[in-house]
């Protein structure tokens, strides 16, 4: 079993940023294929980023490409979620997500465990 909390939102002037992190227990880091995920009020749960257990390669939800980096540091099993120049349209609850499978992937049945979420509000 791996529990996941996220942590690092709050509310937000546009053209801030942000770094979330989610910390990860119960499994090695390093065996965990992370992803980032969001939902904005009213809307489905969307992927924003994903990377692999090395932190090698990483994956980005084309709309977000440049704004948002995720990054990862094994050694103290954690997550992050660099975002920068936020805009109201990434108000949105951040969910950090853990794959044990070998591919990275956008799709969030592939992801097997969930964290609670952290709320980002970014204000005009």
């Known amino acids: 079993q791996v529990q996941l909390v996220e942590s690092g939102g709050g509310l937000v002037q546009a053209g801030d940023s942000l770094r979330l992190s989610c910390a990860a227990s119960g499994r090695t880091l390093s065996s965990l294929i992370m992803g980032w995920f969001r939902q904005a009020p009213g809307k489905e749960r969307e992927f924003v980023a994903s990377i692999l257990r090395n932190g090698g390669n990483t994956n980005y939800a084309e709309s977000l490409k440049g704004r948002f980096t995720v990054s990862r540091d094994n050694a103290k099993n954690t997550v992050y979620l660099q975002m920068n120049s936020l805009i109201p349209e990434d108000t949105a609850v951040y969910y950090c997500?853990?794959?044990?499978?070998?591919?990275?992937?956008?799709?969030?049945?592939?992801?097997?465990?969930w964290g609670q979420g952290t709320q980002v509000t970014v204000t005009s």
């Open positions: 997500a853990a794959d044990i499978s070998y591919l990275m992937s956008t799709r969030m049945d592939r992801y097997d465990y």
